[in-house]
């Protein structure tokens, strides 16, 4: 039955059953009311429906009536931004599955696959998505079969496997079009048309996305016309037709917004961006990308997060915004590891690989119709050693592969976290890298801040060049490197300006750093000067050092303290210091 075609004819049969003290049809039809609401986005009605049924005691005594309406509410509850109430009802339905009949498994298995996907928990997704497949199956439930195959299809598409994706899209679909549930047809036709454009499939992609986009017009709903009109606009971007695009994904973002969709919104603000940027309006695209990371936590899944911080990473460095480029794939690094740790773990390809040797499994059942028992016996011995000799293979290849790709995505990780850190002149941290150094320490012990600014830098540079410069700088860090102790960190605090978190917060120890720096940047400038001869000055450097303190531990604080010191240094005539 689709349910909204069949609205009226549905509201008419609640209306009815209530008037007429039907009971028994009254429960049916309230559920299936619910569930009409739902499909209609009309979400404040749903709510005034669900609270006048969902604690009747008539109702709750009909379990698998009573379980559907449960799986409506919790739909609607995750779209509030109250994360508890919809975890609650979740695990309210967990707790019932040991005393729950097969049929009343796949209702609740249903709405679980919808939950951990909206709360991007994927391989939960697969987990209960497989379980109530194969139930769904055994009872020749195949409109349910149909929402299994598809949340599988999905699961594999953020995988990113996507021949499997398609496969089970299509899957979907074929098993929806043997139902008469247009709606979800319609989202099966969508999915599929998705995962071919991924595919490259695009003529073929087209066809599905008219069929969806044609009913979801036809019922008017705008959940579903948001998600279609969003793929159109991304097609006719692939095409380059960025004009028609740009009209498409505009008024998308109006209807998503309207409908609630948020994921939607938020993607089609990206599209908008990255037509922008195709166009040579990068400050414009600049714009909308700063719209979407001021509401990016409207964003269900961190894959999207991730994929959008990357965009902006890259965005900035075009436009040379640096420091926000860096926050961009700072905050990409995160919700990678999120995305990683709810699609990378070793039982999301176990449970792969025993799905497909289910498969193989029912199909060896199968055989048992048209063979003599014997002889199926001695096949069913030989097919399940094959079977699970493969599927022993597949698994350690695949977790192979898992653990390869993870190892590699952290290495890189790892790579640009440290650039963003680190000085590329003098391969020393940079300001964010020595302050991050600093806010560590300085929770942990009590420490002296120093600041050390080298003395007539700007002659040096004015006179002989930014090269000479550069090489007075990496002679400093050199001899920083050699004479501080472990326990002791610098980095270039900015130009020729360096900030030390010494771990002491004794003055003779700071007397005796500077000494020792003072005579190993003498040393490592012996070259420098020999091969300069005009320089004839000692090259030094001034320092102003204030030692923390259980009450005077700010770092903001300590590093104003240090500077008006080191500025005393070079009033009282430079190469020294000066500690408080």
């Given at each position: 039955?689709?349910?909204?075609?069949?609205?009226?004819?549905?509201?008419?049969?609640?209306?009815?059953?209530?008037?007429?003290?039907?009971?028994?049809?009254?429960?049916?039809?309230?559920?299936?009311?619910?569930?009409?609401?739902?499909r209609q986005e009309k979400y404040s009605e749903l709510d005034r429906h669900l609270k006048a049924y969902d604690k009747d005691l008539g109702l709750q005594t009909q379990k698998d009536l009573y379980l559907m309406l449960l799986e409506t509410k919790l739909k609607l509850l995750l779209r509030a931004d109250d994360p508890e109430p919809a975890q609650a009802l979740m695990k309210q339905l967990k707790?019932?599955?040991?005393?729950?009949?097969?049929?009343?498994?796949?209702?609740?298995?249903?709405?679980?696959?919808?939950?951990?996907?909206?709360?991007d928990a994927l391989k939960n997704t697969l987990d209960v998505s497989l379980e109530g497949l194969d139930l769904a199956t055994s009872l020749q439930d195949v409109p349910s079969q149909g929402f299994f195959l598809r949340k599988i299809g999905d699961t594999y598409n953020y995988l990113g496997q996507k021949?499997?994706?398609?496969?089970?899209?299509?899957?979907?679909?074929?098993?929806?079009?043997?139902t008469k549930e247009e709606l979800f047809m319609s989202k099966a036709f969508w999915s599929l048309s998705n995962v071919l454009l991924e595919a490259n499939q695009k003529e073929e992609a087209i066809v599905y996305l008219r069929k969806a986009l044609s009913y979801f017009k036809s019922v008017n709903m705008l959940k579903g016309l948001a998600f279609s009109q969003y793929s159109l606009a991304n097609v006719l971007y692939t095409q380059e037709k960025y004009q028609e695009a740009l009209g498409t994904v505009k008024e998308n973002i109006s209807l998503a917004k309207a409908a609630g969709v948020y994921d939607m919104q938020l993607a089609s603000m990206i599209l908008l961006s990255d037509i922008y940027i195709k166009q040579g309006l990068l400050?414009?695209?600049?714009?909308?990308?700063?719209?979407?990371?001021?509401?990016?936590?409207?964003?269900?899944?961190?894959?999207?997060?991730?994929?959008?911080?990357?965009?902006?990473y890259e965005l900035k460095r075009s436009l040379n915004r640096t420091n926000e480029a860096f926050e961009a794939i700072e905050q990409e690094l995160v919700f990678t590891k999120k995305h990683l740790e709810a699609t990378s773990e070793n039982n999301i390809k176990t449970l792969q690989v025993k799905f497909e040797v289910k498969e193989k499994e029912d199909e060896i059942l199968r055989l048992s119709h048209q063979n003599d028992i014997n002889e199926l016996e001695a096949k069913q011995q030989h097919q399940q050693k094959l079977i699970?000799?493969?599927?022993?293979?597949?698994?350690?290849?695949?977790?192979?592969?898992?653990?390869?790709?993870?190892?590699?995505q952290v290495r890189q990780r790892q790579k640009y976290h440290a650039i963003a850190l680190t000085d590329y002149l003098t391969n020393?941290?940079?300001?964010?890298?020595?302050?991050?150094?600093?806010?560590?320490?300085?929770?942990?012990?009590?420490?002296?801040?120093a600041i050390a600014d080298l003395d007539y830098f700007k002659k040096i540079n004015d006179q002989f060049g930014h090269d000479i410069g550069d090489l007075v700088l990496v002679a400093f860090a050199n001899a920083a490197r050699k004479t501080l102790s472990e326990n002791d960190k610098f980095g270039r605090y900015g130009g020729e300006e360096?900030?030390?978190?010494?771990?002491?917060?004794?003055?003779?120890?700071?007397?005796?750093?500077?000494?020792?720096?003072?005579?190993?940047?003498?040393?490592?400038?012996?070259?420098?000067?020999?091969?300069?001869?005009?320089?004839?000055?000692?090259?030094?450097?001034?320092?102003?050092?204030?030692?923390?303190?259980?009450?005077?531990n700010n770092l903001e604080d300590l590093i104003i303290q240090a500077d008006k010191l080191l500025y005393q240094a070079k009033e009282n005539g430079r190469n020294q210091l000066m500690i408080a």
């Open positions: 039955m689709d349910y909204l075609k069949s609205a009226e004819a549905l509201e008419r049969a609640f209306n009815v059953s209530k008037k007429e003290g039907w009971k028994d049809i009254h429960f049916a039809t309230s559920v299936l009311y619910a569930e009409l609401l739902f707790l019932s599955l040991p005393e729950s009949s097969p049929k009343e498994k796949v209702t609740i298995f249903r709405a679980l696959a919808y939950y951990y996907t909206d709360t021949d499997k994706a398609v496969e089970y899209a299509r899957k979907a679909a074929a098993t929806y079009e043997k400050e414009k695209a600049n714009s909308v990308n700063d719209q979407v990371f001021s509401i990016l936590d409207r964003f269900s899944r961190s894959y999207y997060k991730a994929n959008f911080l990357k965009k902006r699970w000799r493969l599927s022993t293979a597949i698994a350690v290849i695949l977790i192979g592969i898992s653990c390869l790709l993870f190892y590699k020393c941290p940079n300001r964010r890298g020595i302050m991050q150094e600093a806010t560590h320490k300085i929770q942990n012990q009590e420490i002296t801040i360096w900030l030390f978190v010494l771990g002491t917060n004794n003055k003779s120890d700071v007397q005796d750093i500077f000494s020792g720096l003072s005579a190993n940047f003498a040393d490592y400038c012996v070259d420098i000067k020999a091969n300069n001869p005009a320089i004839n000055w000692d090259i030094t450097f001034s320092m102003g050092a204030i030692i923390s303190t259980q009450t005077s």
